[in-house]
């Protein structure tokens, strides 16, 4: 997910080149049963009705395989010896972009919301403990907001500033600990939630820094700092996550961000209007690209993400099915195209390769990403994958080192991790616990 950027997801001159543009901003540091079949187009998303489906148990895998599958991703990615889950002490722990040498808020917050979704609770409060101690500022201009990335071997803050993402998850899955786990079991999950958005609000451009959120726009910048906050990044357009601010935040702004959530569904009309369906990692709040220094616009490792932020809307709250809908066919129908099992993973918006090829790690080169399988895979949930192949291909897809040796369990393991959450029925809007 990186300013969180995700052209940092893998790459150094990226991190620099965020590092230096913060620099010039003086912020530098240098379910049992069969799961149903597609429902009808009006049915209610399920955060209403608590019923949230298994593709996997459509595409014939049984239960306990399910679960099993589930559990040996999570091994995968938090204990097995290729682990990007760290403890630190008695009491904390981080999650690191191990090919980058970082640990960044995007790892740290997926970490969190991957232990409250299974109900890992000693995960989830390492990581928070970390990421309150080391990343996010206790006092100056960006008081409650995060450094997104820190050096583990020095443990110096690679950049003083935030990315947007990294508080969008920090606060979800915090409302969400909150919700399961209550907040006397020695961290208040919802006060912590309360403290990044009550001083997001706070932020009126005093410094050059601002509100997460473009609140003209009403849309998540790429960055709440300097010109940054005033273009975006579409995998940062999570609507689920701004319903779940309007349901359980309980600031004052629920209206805000139900407005916000129905605004990043048009604005996502625009940014995936290409035929292919595919978006630019970067764009202007019109959803036209936006340039720059590291890399030309492009579909690249950022905009991965957003076939599964859309999925989570559609299951979720159900409010945008139509056009959902039409999304999934054109973006799975374009990777159809390109071979189900060999499509690679940077394009031109129009289904070109690109000239410019955004380095992973320290490796430029174009491969078949487990990272964009599964997040392929998610957009079946929105019912076009009538033989459910994008299903059984992350399915049988291995976290593993590719043929030429290159691995990466950190991106493509945390979305290969999210992925067989969603299809499985097991990422879900968390409720208040009932009592």
Not at 354 to 381: E, W, Y
């Amino acid at each position: 997910m990186k300013t969180s950027s995700s052209f940092l997801h893998r790459s150094r001159a990226g991190l620099l080149a965020l590092g230096l543009l913060y620099a010039g901003l003086g912020l530098g540091s240098a379910a049992a049963q069969r799961a149903p079949k597609p429902a009808p187009a009006m049915r209610k998303g399920a955060f209403y009705t608590g019923k949230y489906p298994s593709l996997l148990r459509e595409a014939g895998y049984n239960q306990a395989a399910i679960d099993q599958k589930v559990t040996q991703a999570y091994h995968d990615v938090f204990e097995g010896p290729n682990k990007v889950y760290f403890e630190v002490g008695d009491s904390m722990a981080y999650v690191s972009d191990v090919k980058n040498h970082d640990a960044r808020t995007e790892g740290m917050s997926y970490g969190m919301m991957v232990a409250v979704q299974l109900d890992k609770k000693q995960v989830f409060d390492r990581l928070w403990r970390w990421s309150k101690k080391y990343l996010q500022h206790q006092s100056g201009p960006l008081e409650g907001y995060f450094a997104w990335s820190i050096n583990t071997a020095t443990m110096k803050r690679n950049s003083e500033g935030p990315a947007s993402d990294g508080e969008l998850y920090f606060v979800t899955s915090l409302l969400f600990a909150s919700n399961r786990w209550g907040n006397a079991t020695g961290i208040n999950y919802y006060q912590e939630a309360r403290r990044i958005l009550d001083a997001s609000w706070k932020k009126d451009g005093t410094g050059g820094v601002y509100n997460l959120i473009n609140t003209q726009q009403k849309q998540i910048s790429f960055v709440p700092v300097g010109d940054m906050y005033t273009w975006t990044d579409p995998s940062y357009h999570v609507p689920a996550f701004m319903e779940v601010w309007a349901a359980y935040a309980k600031d004052g702004h629920e209206q805000f961000y139900r407005a916000c959530a129905d605004t990043s569904r048009a604005f996502l009309h625009r940014a995936c209007a290409a035929p292919t369906g595919l978006n630019y990692d970067y764009t202007e709040f019109s959803g036209k690209p936006h340039a720059t220094k590291w890399a030309p616009p492009a579909f690249r490792y950022d905009s991965w993400r957003v076939p599964m932020n859309i999925a989570m809307d559609y299951v979720w709250f159900g409010k945008d099915k139509a056009w959902q809908e039409q999304y999934a066919r054109r973006f799975q129908g374009f990777l159809r195209g390109k071979g189900l099992n060999t499509f690679e993973d940077q394009f031109n918006v129009d289904g070109s390769r690109p000239d410019f090829i955004l380095p992973a790690g320290d490796v430029k080169k174009l491969r078949h990403s487990l990272g964009l399988v599964a997040t392929s895979a998610s957009a079946s949930l929105m019912h076009q994958d009538r033989d459910l192949a994008f299903v059984h291909a992350i399915w049988n897809a291995k976290l593993a080192p590719y043929e030429d040796g290159y691995f990466d369990p950190y991106y493509d393991g945390l979305l290969y991790l999210f992925s067989l959450m969603h299809l499985s029925g097991k990422y879900q809007a968390i409720k208040p616990a009932q009592h």
